[in-house]
């Protein structure tokens, strides 16, 4: 796609102290990123601008809740019928296009910690291993996601790990 096409994307854009980023349909660290694994986009550009603001703001916005931070469209802590787990597209609030800014869904994925290895290589790094002293690492790597969304978890838990691997997600690793 050339540079022609952006413009028709139609992205609002925000503000992010004091900075401009373009908004994503749900805020997640996946649609910051992905496309620039894709293609080279020059951090000064504001797709490049926006991919790192948005690693800052959800670095800030799950330390306020004292949580590692990741969020992005993952599987979650609830199981159908034949025990899958539900899928989701799980964002921060405020990077969102979407009306539910105010859900308190807190589901963490490592695959966007991946992601955002390029870009903030030293916080990806203490976040894997802040997930990995939770129990995060399995036997085929880091474990889907963790959910620490209150009425989805244990009584007398905090969080309740997603024991599955997506292979999509793995790829990010």
Known sequence: ???DHWVHLGRPLTREQG???LLSWSGTMFEYLMPQLMMREPAT???GQSGRIAIDH????????GLPWGISEC????????QNYAYHA??????SLRSNKGA?????????TFLALLWRPQAAFDNLKRLEKMGMLGRYGFFEAVDFTERRVEVGRTYSI????????????
């Open 19 to 21: 900075q401009a980023l």
């Open 90 to 95: 799980f964002g921060a609030p405020e990077l």
């Open 104 to 112: 308190e869904d807190w589901v963490i994925t490592p695959y966007a």
């Open 45 to 47: 550009t504001l797709l």
């Open 1 to 3: 796609m050339s540079a």
């Open 162 to 173: 997603v024991r599955s691997y997506m292979a999509h997600h793995h790829a990010c690793h």
């Open 58 to 65: 959800q670095i800030r916005y799950a330390g306020k809740h």
């Open 75 to 82: 599987g979650y802590s609830l199981l159908d019928g034949a």
